[in-house]
């Protein structure tokens, strides 16, 4: 071998290589064990360790753990049987950080053929190992990132295709000209038109209102000219076979940095059923205004600071004040001094129970300074600024005043009593009180107005009982148990009474209740007078006003279901009993699809028109979200969203929604704000409460709404019942203003779990009757009970 030509003086060859390769290489030697013997500077560097830490040591001390254990046995074997290794190694330096080097691993033999050492020459390449990953990592990048929007188009394009909404979008050339029209299948649907004859603009004028049309190009012109970046419009479509669809357009452009339109989107959605509800509810207002200006009883409320807010055009007819000389005004100037702490009291009590169904009596200044009698009942109600005000309904009483004054002045003369209550209109009755036999002590010769003679009564050969109109016999009885047992003294009824020769007599009956020393309750003395003229009266006035209610009830009866589908593997059974004319509760039962079946009840805040109004908008709505949709979830969240902007301020309506599949016999639900429903399991135990929770529909436009809705799920087995329900149930109270309650309804169910659910119904409906006997009623009832067979 030829030597390396020296050109400096005092080097020989040997430092010359050693210096080279130092200045180039990171350089150790070891052991034959791997114990380093030797660490150049660069080592030291690199490593982060000193020359000092390095010596003695293995190279364990630099392991990064990046390699798998097989790796160094491999290169272990290589040189210890006495080959050069190649490769590429990443260690770990003192400070924790890693890097890379290129190492060639060369073995010193010994005499015997076996290492005594290794040699390690190796150069950093940190920095290419650096970017070769960086290039591989934006390599994934990009690819991930090209998948997405592949699948996000394909989205849009789904979208675009099936959405539920019109949709419709075309791209403007540098000259301003529109391109291709890009229409989907919901578009031409609400329009009628074919996609092909919709992108021509005159097939679309055609079909288009012209009043509409002209609203229409006025605000595009203003679009285009940059006024404007979007519109909405409200425009109708004549189809082709004469059926008008109203719709809501909504068109936004989308301009480039000189403000030229470069894209243009359009949104249609078909909001006729919304648009026929909205002329129903002006049409139901219009007929509840003319109820309130024509109503007989006076209608009034009163402000917190006790000041007539409203008062209805009978008070000018009854008590002859001007209507503007009234509001305004404290109560306080119009009730008699000797009944305005009574009457004070009552209103405050029922703004703080919210109803007083016991009503009172006092007297009310007429314009001529006269004193009329009136009995008002009352409620409270949250006014605009959410405050409790009060809203009462009064009545003229003086002829029954008059009555009863009469009565007490003839008792005052006791020696004058016969003639004047003889002479009376009215009948004077005192009855033993025996097990709904009511023998007759006493009656006044006015009997004979009715046909009878005293005798009849006072012989035993016939009851005031047995002369009362069987249709209302069951009903006079049950009041007059419950009045005697809540210890009441004075009470009042109406009925009829059927006269000796057929004819039907209605009747007011005020009745004392005398009691013994014990409390035990002894005789009845009744002052009856015949109503039938005013009854007449009234009942003519009544037919006036609620002609349209009469016929609006009906029609909300026929929307309810009466005859339920043929499911066979359930039955179904329903009670439904509005307060009024016009209820606001609602059940339904519908196909979702040919094995799914939707089960729903709900109740709208309120009662009259605005109330039933708004319940046949969550039916009709309810109908189409549910078809084909699975989630009790996501159909409720639908109705919301059309509901709420419908709905008139401090309404709500509580629904409970659920949808029984009958292959796996799980049912899915969501209450909205309702009563929980009911689950009693055919093996029997404690009654199952379907509780999860939500808002009331209405209160939320759909964001915090959609939070809080919670979806269950439960199975239903052979023979388990289900019980849908309002709080009218419930909440049905007796004359002690006790309330039926959920424990006392799931023992009635309970108790008749054997029976079919008609008969089940009917039980529960009389035990609710006889419960509630004395109580005003205020709200509706409903109910919907499914069974698995």
Not at 53 to 61: A, N
Not at 315 to 325: E, P
Not at 727 to 748: H, K, L, S, V
Request: proline content about 3%; some cysteine; glycine content about 8%.
């Amino acid at each position: 071998m030829n030597a390396f030509p020296l050109s400096g003086k005092g080097m020989n060859y040997e430092d010359w290589l050693r210096r080279g390769v130092d200045e180039h290489a990171i350089v150790a030697v070891t052991d034959a064990q791997g114990v380093i013997t030797y660490a150049n500077d660069r080592f030291c560097k690199i490593s982060g360790y000193s020359r000092a830490e390095l010596i003695g040591q293995t190279h364990r001390i630099l392991k990064s753990g990046a390699h798998p254990p097989g790796f160094f046995a491999d290169m272990w074997h290589t040189i210890s049987s006495g080959g050069v290794w190649h490769g590429t190694i990443c260690n770990r330096a003192k400070s924790g950080d890693f890097y890379w080097v290129e190492s060639t691993i060369v073995p010193l033999m010994g005499a015997d053929g076996k290492p005594t050492g290794y040699l390690a020459l190796r150069t950093d390449i940190t920095a290419l190992k650096l970017a070769e990953e960086s290039t591989a990592r934006l390599a994934h990048d990009y690819a991930e990132q090209a998948a997405q929007l592949r699948d996000a188009r394909s989205q849009l394009q789904i979208f675009f295709d099936q959405g539920p909404i019109g949709l419709s979008w075309r791209e403007m050339d540098a000259n301003g000209l529109p391109g291709f029209n890009n229409l989907n299948r919901r578009f031409c649907e609400i329009i009628g038109l074919t996609a092909e004859e919709a992108r021509d603009i005159e097939n679309v004028r055609r079909i288009t209102h012209p009043e509409d049309w002209a609203r229409q190009k006025e605000l595009s012109r203003e679009l285009y000219e940059g006024r404007r970046d979007r519109f909405t419009l409200q425009k109708r479509y004549i189809q082709k076979d004469g059926r008008v669809v109203w719709a809501e357009l909504t068109v936004v452009v989308v301009r480039d940095a000189s403000g030229r339109v470069t894209h243009h989107f359009a949104m249609l959605e078909d909001v006729t059923a919304r648009h026929a509800a909205e002329q129903e509810l002006k049409r139901s207002e219009a007929r509840w205004r003319t109820y309130v200006q024509t109503a007989s009883e006076i209608l009034y409320a009163i402000t917190p600071e006790g000041r007539f807010k409203f008062v209805s055009d009978a008070w000018t007819s009854k008590l002859g004040h001007q209507i503007n000389d009234v509001i305004g005004r404290p109560y306080t100037e119009f009730v008699h001094p000797d009944d305005l702490s009574l009457y004070v009291a009552f209103v405050n009590e029922t703004l703080e129970k919210g109803t007083n169904v016991g009503g009172i009596e006092y007297r009310v200044r007429h314009s001529d300074g006269r004193w009329i009698w009136h009995a008002s009942t009352g409620s409270a109600y949250t006014d605009r600024d959410g405050r409790r005000a009060y809203f009462g309904v009064g009545r003229d009483i003086s002829i029954r005043r008059k009555a009863q004054d009469e009565l007490r002045a003839a008792l005052a003369k006791r020696e004058e009593l016969e003639q004047i209550i003889n002479r009376s209109p009215s009948v004077v009755v005192l009855w033993k009180s025996e097990a709904n036999q009511w023998p007759v002590e006493f009656v006044s010769q006015s009997i004979r107005q009715f046909g009878y003679q005293p005798e009849d009564f006072t012989g035993r050969r016939l009851s005031f009982r047995s002369i009362t109109h069987p249709d209302d016999r069951e009903r006079v009885e049950a009041e007059v148990n419950a009045h005697a047992a809540t210890g009441h003294h004075e009470y009042n009824q109406e009925y009829r009474v059927v006269c000796a020769d057929g004819s039907v007599r209605w009747v007011d009956d005020h009745t004392v209740v005398r009691f013994d020393a014990a409390g035990k309750v002894t005789h009845h003395e009744g002052l009856i007078t015949d109503i039938t003229v005013r009854k007449d009266a009234e009942d003519r006035e009544r037919d006036l006003r609620e002609r349209d209610l009469r016929l609006a009830g009906e029609v909300q009866h026929h929307l309810r279901p009466h005859v339920f589908p043929d499911i066979g593997e359930v039955e179904i059974e329903a009670l439904s009993q509005p307060s009024t004319h016009l209820g606001g509760d609602y059940y339904d039962v519908l196909a979702v699809d040919k094995r799914r079946w939707g089960f729903v009840i709900a109740d709208v805040a309120g009662k009259g028109p605005a109330a039933a109004l708004m319940m046949a908008a969550c039916r009709a709505t309810l109908r189409l979200c549910a078809v084909g949709e699975p989630s009790a979830a996501v159909v409720a969240k639908r109705v919301n969203r059309a509901l709420h902007g419908d709905m008139p301020r401090g309404m709500f309506i509580s629904l409970f929604y659920g949808i029984l599949d009958l292959d796996t016999n799980r049912f899915s639900y969501v209450r909205a704000g309702h009563e929980p429903a009911l689950l009693l399991r055919a093996g029997g135990g404690a009654p199952e409460l379907l509780a999860a929770g939500g808002l009331a529909l209405g209160f939320d436009d759909g964001a915090v709404f959609d939070e809080t809705l919670e979806e269950g799920e439960v199975e239903l087995r052979s023979g388990d019942l289900l019980a849908l329900y309002t709080d009218g149930i419930t909440e049905a109270a007796n004359a002690a203003g006790d309330e039926f309650g959920r424990d006392r309804f799931a023992q009635a169910l309970a108790r008749h779990d054997q029976t079919s659910l008609a008969k089940m119904v009917d039980k529960l409906d009389r035990y609710l009757r006889q419960f509630s006997a004395l109580a005003q009623r205020n709200d509706d009832r409903t109910l919907l009970l499914v069974r698995p067979r």
